[in-house]
């Protein structure tokens, strides 16, 4: 059995236990608020040394002290017209206290996080002068000041608008990785669909395609993140996913519109289908498959075809993907193509993101390549395998380090490659993630057109790493 690490089950694995931390957490969080806005209530009301008082600042104490066993300190942010803890959104909080979450917008806050070591008497200050009017707090200075004026240490302020930048994309993240999960599903359950009645639900893979090809259009390089997520057991299902991601993304870089994309992604979602139709003991085999077993395999894209062209509504140029994306630019792969000089566009667009992606991930009978290494394997064989102006396209939207690629720099530090710089195919924006000694760093950003400026011509300034070799998953320094 392989037990090499594969990001996916990994990452869904970490997902389930932040959920149940963060389950838990949520429902502290949303105590600790209610406990607070009834002590800036009561407040105003009664003073400090009151029962009423007492109480509830004993409450909102006990509540944090919980809290602590989760975090050292408790962020709580204000993005436009509503509450986050950290980066998750406080829904009914934000409808509960919206009069609130006015006061603290008016009087300047963007933020307030609670620090360990904050005793009763300094909530209870602080929220005196948080009660304090609008005229006299500007008078006096602001918040911020006030609360150093007064020896509070343990309450930080942040100024409007801190939050809204990291926040949206946070959120932008997750739904993006949301949506990859869900048309992860749809294959799954398009493929079960076709191997027991041969039937398929195309309006549900023209509603995949959709929402990704406006992904792709939103953010390209966000999107392309999405497609280095892998999955040993379930091969075909991810690596549809994959191959449909990356061929919208180099086909958005061509002259081609929205009902022409929709075609091509519907034949790249779906390139493999014919697969349901082979043994899983071939699928999955591994070590080299007989002569026999490979004559079997070969036969998947003229099943995909035939498949496809037995559903309505399929386009035929998709169905003519699912057949010709193993035939190769030159004609030499399978099956044999006659009376064409070529395989039609959209197959060659598919054939380069299949190989792409194949190639990037751990199967049976092969590790996987860093993404520098199959690129380089792209474009040795640009004009043979491949399109070759289609490998040139490809390796602009990627770049020689694509996103995902764990990198050493010249200064021995280890990173993630975070974007691409476009026109500079050779020098990306890396996220940093360990000191040259190999120590956790907190992530930064780095321009390794920076670096090179200022290396000697012959330095090698990035070179990828294999995540094994460090134990590490780029995938997880990716938002
Ligand atoms: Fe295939
Ligand atoms: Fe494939």
Redesign the pocket.
């Known amino acids: 059995m392989d037990t090499r690490p594969q990001n996916w089950e990994n990452h869904r694995k970490r997902e389930t236990l932040d959920y149940f931390r963060s389950k838990g957490l949520l429902e502290r969080v949303r105590e600790l608020l209610k406990d607070f806005f009834a002590v800036k209530k009561n407040l105003l009301i009664y003073p400090p040394h009151h029962e009423i008082c007492l109480d509830c600042v004993s409450r909102f104490m006990s509540s944090f002290r919980e809290y602590l066993r989760y975090g050292e300190s408790l962020s709580l942010r204000i993005v436009g017209e509503e509450f986050f803890f950290e980066e998750r959104l406080l829904a009914r909080e934000s409808v509960l206290y919206y009069p609130l979450l006015q006061e603290l917008r008016s009087k300047g806050v963007g933020g307030v996080n609670f620090l360990a070591g904050l005793e009763a008497g300094e909530l209870v200050d602080f929220l005196r002068l948080l009660n304090l009017g609008e005229e006299e707090i500007d008078s006096r200075g602001g918040l911020a000041k006030l609360l150093e004026d007064n020896g509070i240490t343990h309450v930080i302020l942040d100024p409007p608008g801190t939050w809204e930048e990291k926040i949206s994309r946070v959120r932008e993240a997750e739904s993006a990785r949301e949506e990859y999960f869900e048309a992860v599903d749809v294959i799954r359950e398009l493929s079960e669909q076709v191997l027991h009645d041969r039937r398929l639900s195309v309006s549900k893979a023209n509603r995949v395609v959709g929402m990704m090809l406006n992904r792709v259009g939103e953010n390209r390089s966000a999107v392309l993140g999405l497609a280095t997520l892998k999955s040993y057991d379930e091969y075909t299902t991810f690596h549809s996913v994959n191959v449909l991601i990356l061929s919208l993304a180099l086909a958005s870089m061509l002259p081609l519109d929205r009902n022409a994309l929709m075609i091509l992604g519907t034949g790249a979602l779906l390139?493999?289908l014919?697969?349901v139709t082979i043994p899983k003991s071939i699928l999955g085999k591994r070590g080299p498959l007989t002569a026999a077993e490979w004559e079997e395999m070969k036969r998947?894209?003229v099943r995909g075809a035939d498949i496809l062209l037995a559903q309505p509504g399929v386009h035929p140029l998709s169905v003519l993907v699912a057949y010709e994306?193993?035939a190769r630019y030159d004609l030499s792969g399978y099956p044999k193509l006659n009376g064409v000089e070529r395989p039609s566009l959209f197959s060659r667009i598919v054939q380069l993101a299949?190989v792409y992606d194949a190639m990037t991930t751990v199967r049976p009978y092969q590790d996987a390549r860093t993404p520098d290494h199959a690129i380089r394997v792209l474009v040795k064989e640009k004009g043979t395998a491949f399109d070759p102006l289609l490998v040139k396209v490809f390796v602009d939207m990627m770049g020689l380090y694509p996103v995902g690629t764990l990198v050493r720099l010249c200064t021995g530090e280890l990173g993630v490659v975070y974007e691409q710089v476009e026109g500079d195919a050779t020098s990306p924006r890396v996220k940093i993630i360990r000191d040259p000694e190999g120590r956790e760093v907190e992530p930064r950003i780095v321009e390794v057109a920076r670096l090179r400026e200022k290396a000697s011509p012959d330095e090698e300034v990035i070179s990828s790493v294999r995540p094994e070799q460090v134990g590490l998953d780029p995938l997880d320094y990716l938002d």
Do not use: A
Request: charged share 35%; aromatic share 0%; proline share 11%.
């Open positions: 390139h493999d014919g697969k998947h894209p994306h193993h299949d």
